[in-house]
């Protein structure tokens, strides 16, 4: 199920970040299954890509602050999940 999370909205990363564009660092890693927020979306990627407010002091390698994060490495939102379908995500 593809999401169009906005700025501010707490999400849950998925505890395996699969089939995904956008490659994977091993500090990312550490993410996974975390809560973070979205800080800004990145259009011009399918699905949308995400800054994040967590780990915008961690990396400066693109044009904004922090790493950018494939909506398909999202489980859902955090403050509301589909248990059901985060069992089978996580």
Avoid: C
């Amino acid at each position: 199920m593809t999401h169009m999370y906005q700025p501010g909205d707490r999400v849950i990363m998925r505890k395996e970040f699969k089939g995904a564009p956008l490659g994977v660092t091993a500090e990312m890693e550490r993410r996974r299954g975390t809560i973070m927020t979205i800080r800004e979306i990145q259009h011009g990627f399918v699905p949308p890509a995400y800054y994040m407010v967590e780990d915008q002091n961690e990396y400066s390698g693109n044009i904004k602050p922090g790493w950018l994060w494939s909506e398909a490495w999202i489980a859902d939102y955090a403050d509301q999940p589909d248990v059901q379908e985060l069992e089978m995500l996580l």
